[in-house]
Nanobody, 123 residues
Framework: QVQLVESGGGLVQAGDSLRLSCVAT????????MGWFRQPPGKEREFVGA????????EYAESAKGRFIIAKDNAKSTIYLQINSLQPEETAVYYC????????????????WGQGTQVTVSS
């Protein structure tokens, strides 16, 4: 069982940056690939990007390339999502997820979800 706890959401203005965190705990949490998803109001949840604990470059959805940065701190069992120049249409609940691989996460195959953190961007 893996537990994921996100933090760092809040109300920001358009153009601001924000860094979300996700702490992963539980047996064998290090064996999973980690990802970020978001769900805007009234829309489906969508893949943002993914990273592995063992190294390698993060993968991103096309819509996330350029302003989104995923990083990790293995010593803290924490992954991060830095979002720069936020726009109002990026208001969403942002979720941390764990899955078998980055490609499986991209395909929506998730083994564990966090509870989500709300990001609201005002214009």
């Amino acid at each position: 069982q893996v537990q994921l706890v996100e933090s760092g959401g809040g109300l920001v203005q358009a153009g601001d940056s924000l860094r979300l965190s996700c702490v992963a705990t539980g047996r064998n949490s290090w064996t999973y690939s980690m990802g970020w998803f978001r769900q805007p109001p009234g829309k489906e949840r969508e893949f943002v990007g993914a990273i592995t604990w063992s190294g390698g470059s993060p993968e991103y959805a096309e819509s996330a390339k350029g302003r989104f940065i995923i990083a990790k701190d293995n010593a803290k069992s924490t992954i991060y999502l830095q979002i720069n120049s936020l726009q109002p249409e990026e208001t969403a609940v942002y979720y941390c997820a764990a899955g078998a691989s980055r490609s499986r996460l991209r395909a929506g195959s998730v083994d564990y979800w966090g509870q989500g953190t709300q990001v609201t961007v005002s214009s």
